[in-house]
Protein backbone atom coordinates (compact mmCIF):
# COMPACT_ATOMS: atom_id res chain seq x y z
CA UNK A 1 0.00 0.00 0.00
CA UNK A 2 1.32 3.63 -0.66
CA UNK A 3 1.73 6.04 2.08
CA UNK A 4 -0.70 7.83 3.61
CA UNK A 5 -0.58 10.64 5.55
CA UNK A 6 -2.53 11.81 9.07
CA UNK A 7 -3.77 15.48 9.90
CA UNK A 8 -4.23 16.11 13.38
CA UNK A 9 -6.32 19.50 15.00
CA UNK A 10 -5.53 19.90 18.05
CA UNK A 11 -7.71 21.94 20.14
CA UNK A 12 -8.52 23.75 23.67
CA UNK A 13 -11.59 21.08 24.53
CA UNK A 14 -10.93 18.14 22.06
CA UNK A 15 -7.97 16.62 19.65
CA UNK A 16 -9.35 15.11 15.96
CA UNK A 17 -7.24 13.09 13.31
CA UNK A 18 -8.28 11.52 10.17
CA UNK A 19 -5.89 9.44 7.61
CA UNK A 20 -5.82 10.51 4.01
CA UNK A 21 -4.68 9.07 0.90
CA UNK A 22 -1.30 11.42 -0.75
CA UNK A 23 -3.88 12.36 -3.48
CA UNK A 24 -6.33 14.22 -0.40
CA UNK A 25 -9.50 11.01 -0.50
CA UNK A 26 -9.99 10.61 3.13
CA UNK A 27 -9.92 6.86 4.50
CA UNK A 28 -12.32 6.05 7.36
CA UNK A 29 -13.99 8.89 9.60
CA UNK A 30 -12.17 11.53 11.60
CA UNK A 31 -11.62 9.93 15.32
CA UNK A 32 -11.87 12.51 18.51
CA UNK A 33 -11.53 12.51 22.00
CA UNK A 34 -10.93 15.19 24.86
CA UNK A 35 -7.47 16.58 24.59
CA UNK A 36 -7.28 17.59 28.46
CA UNK A 37 -5.69 20.53 27.58
CA UNK A 38 -5.45 22.14 30.83
CA UNK A 39 -4.54 18.47 32.71
CA UNK A 40 -0.74 18.88 31.78
CA UNK A 41 1.72 18.00 28.89
CA UNK A 42 1.67 14.22 29.68
CA UNK A 43 -1.67 13.62 29.96
CA UNK A 44 -2.72 15.86 27.01
CA UNK A 45 0.01 13.68 24.73
CA UNK A 46 -1.34 10.48 25.90
CA UNK A 47 -4.48 11.69 24.43
CA UNK A 48 -3.13 12.68 21.14
CA UNK A 49 -1.36 9.22 20.70
CA UNK A 50 -4.52 7.69 21.04
CA UNK A 51 -6.50 9.42 18.78
CA UNK A 52 -3.46 9.02 16.72
CA UNK A 53 -3.99 5.12 16.76
CA UNK A 54 -7.67 5.15 16.84
CA UNK A 55 -7.77 6.82 13.60
CA UNK A 56 -5.25 4.77 11.90
CA UNK A 57 -7.21 1.62 13.26
CA UNK A 58 -10.46 2.82 11.72
CA UNK A 59 -8.54 3.57 8.63
CA UNK A 60 -7.10 -0.08 8.46
CA UNK A 61 -2.99 1.22 8.49
CA UNK A 62 -0.47 0.88 10.85
CA UNK A 63 2.28 3.24 11.64
CA UNK A 64 4.98 2.20 9.11
CA UNK A 65 2.63 3.12 5.94
CA UNK A 66 2.43 7.03 7.29
CA UNK A 67 4.39 9.44 5.69
CA UNK A 68 4.07 11.65 7.97
CA UNK A 69 1.84 13.36 10.81
CA UNK A 70 0.51 16.91 10.04
CA UNK A 71 -0.84 18.94 13.22
CA UNK A 72 -2.74 22.50 13.40
CA UNK A 73 -1.52 23.56 17.17
CA UNK A 74 -2.64 27.08 18.94
CA UNK A 75 -0.55 29.00 20.18
CA UNK A 76 3.13 30.33 18.49
CA UNK A 77 4.35 27.59 17.05
CA UNK A 78 8.09 26.80 15.92
CA UNK A 79 7.39 24.93 13.37
CA UNK A 80 11.34 23.79 12.11
CA UNK A 81 12.25 22.53 15.65
CA UNK A 82 9.01 21.46 16.27
CA UNK A 83 8.24 23.12 19.42
CA UNK A 84 4.90 24.92 20.91
CA UNK A 85 6.61 28.13 21.90
CA UNK A 86 3.65 29.35 23.56
CA UNK A 87 0.40 28.29 23.54
CA UNK A 88 -2.39 30.41 26.52
CA UNK A 89 -4.92 27.29 26.72
CA UNK A 90 -2.99 24.20 27.43
CA UNK A 91 -0.95 23.83 30.39
CA UNK A 92 -1.38 22.58 34.29
CA UNK A 93 -2.47 24.48 37.29
CA UNK A 94 0.44 24.26 39.99
CA UNK A 95 -1.60 25.66 42.90
CA UNK A 96 -2.90 29.07 42.30
CA UNK A 97 -1.20 29.35 39.20
CA UNK A 98 -1.83 27.96 35.64
CA UNK A 99 1.42 27.44 33.96
CA UNK A 100 0.90 28.02 30.35
CA UNK A 101 2.72 26.13 27.71
CA UNK A 102 5.89 27.17 26.52
CA UNK A 103 8.83 25.69 24.39
CA UNK A 104 7.19 22.12 24.66
CA UNK A 105 8.43 19.76 22.21
CA UNK A 106 5.62 18.15 20.62
CA UNK A 107 6.55 16.82 17.62
CA UNK A 108 9.91 15.07 18.59
CA UNK A 109 7.45 13.45 21.83
CA UNK A 110 4.92 12.20 19.33
CA UNK A 111 7.52 11.02 16.98
CA UNK A 112 9.70 9.04 19.58
CA UNK A 113 6.41 7.28 20.51
CA UNK A 114 5.30 6.07 17.00
CA UNK A 115 8.57 6.64 14.81
CA UNK A 116 6.46 8.68 12.06
CA UNK A 117 7.71 12.11 10.84
CA UNK A 118 5.87 14.94 12.28
CA UNK A 119 4.98 18.51 11.04
CA UNK A 120 2.98 20.86 13.16
CA UNK A 121 1.66 24.46 12.31
CA UNK A 122 -0.20 27.14 13.97
CA UNK A 123 -3.96 26.28 13.81
CA UNK A 124 -5.54 29.33 12.17
CA UNK A 125 -2.43 29.65 9.32
CA UNK A 126 -3.52 25.46 8.64
CA UNK A 127 -7.06 26.43 8.15
CA UNK A 128 -5.94 29.00 5.26
CA UNK A 129 -4.19 26.17 3.90
CA UNK A 130 -6.81 23.57 4.51
CA UNK A 131 -9.46 26.11 2.97
CA UNK A 132 -6.88 26.95 -0.01
CA UNK A 133 -6.79 22.89 -1.25
CA UNK A 134 -9.76 22.03 -0.22
CA UNK A 135 -12.15 24.50 -0.07
CA UNK A 136 -12.50 28.21 -2.09
CA UNK A 137 -8.84 28.06 -3.41
CA UNK A 138 -9.77 24.63 -4.82
CA UNK A 139 -5.84 24.30 -4.77
CA UNK A 140 -5.37 26.72 -7.62
CA UNK A 141 -6.68 30.20 -6.97
CA UNK A 142 -3.33 32.39 -7.28
CA UNK A 143 -3.53 33.17 -3.65
CA UNK A 144 -5.43 33.00 -0.40
CA UNK A 145 -6.36 35.07 2.94
CA UNK A 146 -8.50 33.58 5.33
CA UNK A 147 -10.34 35.06 8.35
CA UNK A 148 -11.38 33.14 10.77
CA UNK A 149 -14.15 34.90 13.43
CA UNK A 150 -14.92 33.17 16.66
CA UNK A 151 -13.24 33.70 20.28
CA UNK A 152 -10.50 35.52 18.52
CA UNK A 153 -9.84 36.14 15.29
CA UNK A 154 -7.17 34.10 13.26
CA UNK A 155 -6.00 34.06 9.95
CA UNK A 156 -3.61 32.93 7.20
CA UNK A 157 -2.17 34.04 4.01
CA UNK A 158 -1.43 31.24 1.14
CA UNK A 159 1.06 32.61 -1.42
CA UNK A 160 1.85 31.06 -4.89
CA UNK A 161 4.06 31.69 -7.26
CA UNK A 162 1.87 33.93 -9.58
CA UNK A 163 2.35 36.67 -6.61
CA UNK A 164 6.39 36.65 -6.32
CA UNK A 165 8.54 38.46 -8.92
CA UNK A 166 11.49 36.93 -9.64
CA UNK A 167 12.74 33.63 -9.49
CA UNK A 168 9.71 31.46 -7.55
CA UNK A 169 9.26 27.71 -8.86
CA UNK A 170 7.64 26.54 -6.57
CA UNK A 171 3.83 25.09 -7.64
CA UNK A 172 0.59 24.77 -5.58
CA UNK A 173 0.23 27.13 -2.37
CA UNK A 174 2.83 28.56 0.21
CA UNK A 175 1.82 29.30 3.31
CA UNK A 176 3.01 32.95 5.10
CA UNK A 177 4.70 31.60 8.66
CA UNK A 178 7.26 34.56 9.06
CA UNK A 179 10.90 34.59 10.45
CA UNK A 180 9.77 32.62 13.52
CA UNK A 181 6.64 31.33 12.92
CA UNK A 182 4.33 33.91 14.57
CA UNK A 183 3.13 35.30 11.03
CA UNK A 184 -0.60 35.41 10.25
CA UNK A 185 -1.95 37.01 12.83
CA UNK A 186 -4.82 39.03 10.69
CA UNK A 187 -6.96 39.43 14.13
CA UNK A 188 -4.23 41.67 15.28
CA UNK A 189 -4.59 44.19 12.02
CA UNK A 190 -5.23 47.95 13.17
CA UNK A 191 -8.04 49.68 12.26
CA UNK A 192 -8.37 52.62 14.45
CA UNK A 193 -4.97 53.21 16.58
CA UNK A 194 -6.89 54.91 19.38
CA UNK A 195 -9.55 52.02 19.50
CA UNK A 196 -10.40 49.31 22.37
CA UNK A 197 -7.48 47.28 23.94
CA UNK A 198 -6.94 43.98 22.50
CA UNK A 199 -6.09 40.77 24.64
CA UNK A 200 -2.38 41.30 23.18
CA UNK A 201 -2.04 44.81 24.99
CA UNK A 202 -2.27 46.70 21.80
CA UNK A 203 -5.02 49.41 21.01
CA UNK A 204 -7.58 48.86 17.97
CA UNK A 205 -7.29 45.38 16.38
CA UNK A 206 -9.83 44.22 14.79
CA UNK A 207 -9.79 41.17 17.38
CA UNK A 208 -10.91 43.61 20.04
CA UNK A 209 -13.96 44.99 18.32
CA UNK A 210 -15.42 41.97 16.08
CA UNK A 211 -14.44 38.55 18.53
CA UNK A 212 -17.22 36.69 20.21
CA UNK A 213 -16.87 39.12 23.85
CA UNK A 214 -17.11 41.86 21.39
CA UNK A 215 -19.76 41.13 19.89
CA UNK A 216 -21.71 40.27 22.97
CA UNK A 217 -21.04 43.13 24.84
CA UNK A 218 -22.32 45.02 21.78
CA UNK A 219 -25.95 42.88 21.77
CA UNK A 220 -25.86 43.78 25.39
CA UNK A 221 -25.64 47.54 25.22
CA UNK A 222 -27.85 47.70 21.93
CA UNK A 223 -30.37 45.82 24.36
CA UNK A 224 -30.74 47.92 26.73
CA UNK A 225 -31.43 50.71 24.33
CA UNK A 226 -33.73 48.87 22.04
CA UNK A 227 -35.84 46.85 24.70
CA UNK A 228 -38.82 46.07 22.03
CA UNK A 229 -35.65 44.20 20.46
CA UNK A 230 -36.37 40.49 20.00
CA UNK A 231 -32.97 39.75 21.83
CA UNK A 232 -34.82 40.74 24.64
CA UNK A 233 -37.48 38.09 24.03
CA UNK A 234 -35.33 35.54 23.24
CA UNK A 235 -33.19 35.83 26.34
CA UNK A 236 -36.08 36.59 28.61
CA UNK A 237 -35.04 39.68 29.32
CA UNK A 238 -31.77 38.06 30.69
CA UNK A 239 -28.34 39.98 28.73
CA UNK A 240 -26.21 37.88 30.64
CA UNK A 241 -27.96 34.60 28.39
CA UNK A 242 -26.81 36.43 24.79
CA UNK A 243 -24.47 34.70 22.49
CA UNK A 244 -23.41 35.59 19.03
CA UNK A 245 -25.19 32.78 17.43
CA UNK A 246 -28.92 34.21 19.37
CA UNK A 247 -27.78 37.81 17.88
CA UNK A 248 -27.58 35.26 14.58
CA UNK A 249 -30.91 34.03 14.86
CA UNK A 250 -32.72 37.43 15.82
CA UNK A 251 -31.31 38.49 12.37
CA UNK A 252 -32.89 35.90 10.58
CA UNK A 253 -36.18 36.57 11.97
CA UNK A 254 -35.72 40.69 11.05
CA UNK A 255 -34.93 41.65 13.77
CA UNK A 256 -33.60 45.54 13.14
CA UNK A 257 -31.61 45.86 16.05
CA UNK A 258 -29.48 42.40 15.48
CA UNK A 259 -29.14 43.32 12.17
CA UNK A 260 -27.67 46.52 13.43
CA UNK A 261 -24.77 44.58 15.30
CA UNK A 262 -23.51 42.52 12.27
CA UNK A 263 -24.04 45.93 10.29
CA UNK A 264 -21.38 47.10 12.87
CA UNK A 265 -19.00 44.14 13.46
CA UNK A 266 -19.24 43.44 9.79
CA UNK A 267 -17.90 47.19 9.38
CA UNK A 268 -14.68 46.25 11.36
CA UNK A 269 -14.10 43.31 9.53
CA UNK A 270 -14.38 45.01 6.46
CA UNK A 271 -11.53 47.19 7.21
CA UNK A 272 -9.51 44.70 7.89
CA UNK A 273 -10.19 42.46 4.81
CA UNK A 274 -9.49 45.43 2.94
CA UNK A 275 -6.02 46.29 4.29
CA UNK A 276 -5.23 42.25 3.59
CA UNK A 277 -6.68 42.60 -0.47
CA UNK A 278 -4.58 45.85 -1.01
CA UNK A 279 -1.32 44.12 0.88
CA UNK A 280 -1.23 40.48 -0.68
CA UNK A 281 -3.74 40.97 -3.91
CA UNK A 282 -5.30 37.48 -3.98
CA UNK A 283 -7.32 35.97 -5.60
CA UNK A 284 -9.88 34.57 -2.78
CA UNK A 285 -10.48 36.09 0.90
CA UNK A 286 -12.70 33.27 2.60
CA UNK A 287 -14.14 34.39 6.08
CA UNK A 288 -14.61 31.30 8.50
CA UNK A 289 -15.23 30.33 12.07
CA UNK A 290 -18.21 30.15 14.07
CA UNK A 291 -19.21 33.60 13.71
CA UNK A 292 -19.45 33.54 10.14
CA UNK A 293 -22.52 31.82 9.87
CA UNK A 294 -24.37 34.85 10.87
CA UNK A 295 -24.45 35.38 6.98
CA UNK A 296 -25.65 37.66 5.00
CA UNK A 297 -26.21 40.69 7.38
CA UNK A 298 -22.81 40.36 8.88
CA UNK A 299 -21.16 39.58 4.35
CA UNK A 300 -23.37 42.69 3.29
CA UNK A 301 -21.80 45.05 5.74
CA UNK A 302 -18.17 43.46 4.74
CA UNK A 303 -18.74 43.52 1.10
CA UNK A 304 -19.66 47.09 1.70
CA UNK A 305 -16.96 48.16 3.65
CA UNK A 306 -14.35 46.22 1.28
CA UNK A 307 -15.69 47.81 -1.40
CA UNK A 308 -15.10 51.35 0.38
CA UNK A 309 -11.34 51.20 1.53
CA UNK A 310 -9.83 48.01 -0.84
CA UNK A 311 -8.17 49.49 -4.25
CA UNK A 312 -10.41 48.54 -6.87
CA UNK A 313 -8.32 47.30 -9.15
CA UNK A 314 -7.32 44.56 -6.98
CA UNK A 315 -10.79 44.40 -5.75
CA UNK A 316 -12.03 42.91 -9.43
CA UNK A 317 -9.92 39.91 -8.95
CA UNK A 318 -10.66 39.20 -6.24
CA UNK A 319 -13.34 36.59 -4.69
CA UNK A 320 -14.65 37.37 -1.23
CA UNK A 321 -16.78 35.14 0.77
CA UNK A 322 -18.03 32.36 3.11
CA UNK A 323 -15.04 29.70 3.57
CA UNK A 324 -16.54 26.31 2.70
CA UNK A 325 -14.59 24.20 5.40
CA UNK A 326 -16.01 26.17 8.16
CA UNK A 327 -15.88 23.01 10.71
CA UNK A 328 -12.34 21.07 9.25
CA UNK A 329 -9.88 23.38 7.55
CA UNK A 330 -7.90 23.57 10.27
CA UNK A 331 -7.40 19.08 10.14
CA UNK A 332 -7.36 19.53 6.14
CA UNK A 333 -4.30 22.00 6.25
CA UNK A 334 -2.84 19.85 8.51
CA UNK A 335 -3.00 17.04 6.03
CA UNK A 336 -1.79 19.52 3.24
CA UNK A 337 1.20 20.11 5.58
CA UNK A 338 1.65 16.66 6.18
CA UNK A 339 1.53 16.09 2.04
CA UNK A 340 3.90 18.90 1.03
CA UNK A 341 6.43 17.35 3.94
CA UNK A 342 6.33 13.97 2.25
CA UNK A 343 6.66 15.46 -0.91
CA UNK A 344 3.51 14.41 -2.23
CA UNK A 345 2.00 17.32 -2.14
Excluded at 61 to 76: L, N, W
Aim: aromatic share 6%; charged share 20%; proline share 3%.
Amino acid sequence: MAKVVVGVDLGGTNVRAGVFTTDGSQMGEYVQNPSRAQEGFKITLEQILLTLNQAMERAGVVSAQVGAIGMAVPGHIDAVHGVVRWAPNFGERKGEVFEVWRDVPLADAIRARLQIPVYMGNDANLAALGEYYYGAGKGTAKGLVMFTLGTGIGGGVVLTHHQIQGNARWQGGILLVGMNGGAGELGHTIINWHGRRCGCGAMGCVEAFAQRDAIVELAREKMRRNPNSLLNTLTEGDPAKITPALVAQASEQGDPTAIEIWDEIGTYVGIAVATHINTFNPEVVAIGGQIAKAGEPLFKAIHRTVRDYAIPTLLETCRLGLAERLDDAGILGAVALAQQYAGEG
